[in-house]
């Protein structure tokens, strides 16, 4: 009973935050990060860039050749883009690697070249974290 009526207060107050970015309708609202995780086994990583309404035919993943990373242009159908050139932890083998656009992500398959080598991380440049992942099954006490 203590929240205001429509008719009192200006707008509605269920339909969500308005856009603070006056933009034009050719112009694209540059995201600086993106919500991203990975997990792996022993030969492979699977990462995740958690983006909605990615644009299939403007996307651009690229493996790089030499095989120490991949460059991401992705561009969404409600105008916004996100670029960056991940440089994996160690190198991976491209001519393997996947990629995968669904409804509210980029979802790519990474091959390891030095397969069975656990990553701590998957990006060079930084302090490691020092975490293990479990590899088989959790003991029990």
């Not at 309404?53 to 969404?76: C, S, Y």
Request: glycine share 10%; net charge positive.
């Amino acid at each position: 009973m203590k929240i205001e009526g429509c008719k009192t207060r200006p707008g509605h107050c269920f339909i969500g935050k308005r856009s603070k970015n006056n933009k034009t309708e050719n112009e694209e609202e540059i995201l600086e990060d993106v919500r991203n995780d990975f997990y792996q086994n022993g030969n492979s990583l699977i990462v995740s860039f958690y983006l909605k309404k990615i644009n299939e035919e403007k996307a651009k993943v690229e493996f790089m050749e030499d095989g120490t990373g991949v460059d991401l242009d992705l561009r969404t159908s409600d105008g916004k883009r996100f670029t960056r050139r991940v440089e994996t932890w160690k190198e991976l083998v491209p001519e393997k690697c996947e990629k995968k656009i669904l409804g509210t992500k980029l979802e790519m398959v990474l091959w390891k070249k030095d397969a069975g080598l656990g990553w701590p991380k998957l990006e060079k440049g930084g302090k490691e974290t020092g975490e293990r992942i479990q590899v088989g099954r959790a003991l029990r006490a």
